[in-house]
């Protein structure tokens, strides 16, 4: 299949291993794992965003259910 021909001439995704040395990186790729957190941070509130967002939803529903409105 091409499509996996053309994934295997890509080179790997870096990613970041919480706690692993850091030793051996220099200082740009650290910056680029920096980068790569950020995004992931990011990534992570949008969800507790989403799922606060569902449980306020739910909670209001429920509470006019317990009022009769």
Same mark, same amino acid.
């Given at each position: 299949? !091409?499509?996996?021909?053309?994934? &295997?001439?890509?080179?790997? @995704?870096?990613?970041?291993?919480?706690? %692993? $040395?850091?030793? #051996?990186? $220099?200082?740009? %790729?650290?910056? %680029?794992?920096? !980068?790569?957190?950020?995004? /992931?941070?990011?990534?992570? /509130? #949008? !969800?507790?965003?989403?799922?606060? #967002?569902? @449980? &306020? !939803? &739910?909670? #209001?529903?429920?509470?006019?259910? @317990?009022?009769?409105?």
């Amino acid at each position: 299949m !091409a499509i996996f021909e053309d994934e &295997a001439r890509l080179p790997p @995704k870096p990613q970041h291993v919480l706690g %692993e $040395s850091l030793d #051996a990186l $220099s200082a740009p %790729e650290l910056g %680029e794992r920096i !980068a790569l957190c950020q995004i /992931e941070i990011g990534r992570l /509130e #949008a !969800a507790i965003r989403a799922r606060e #967002a569902t @449980k &306020a !939803a &739910a909670d #209001a529903f429920f509470q006019g259910a @317990k009022t009769g409105q």
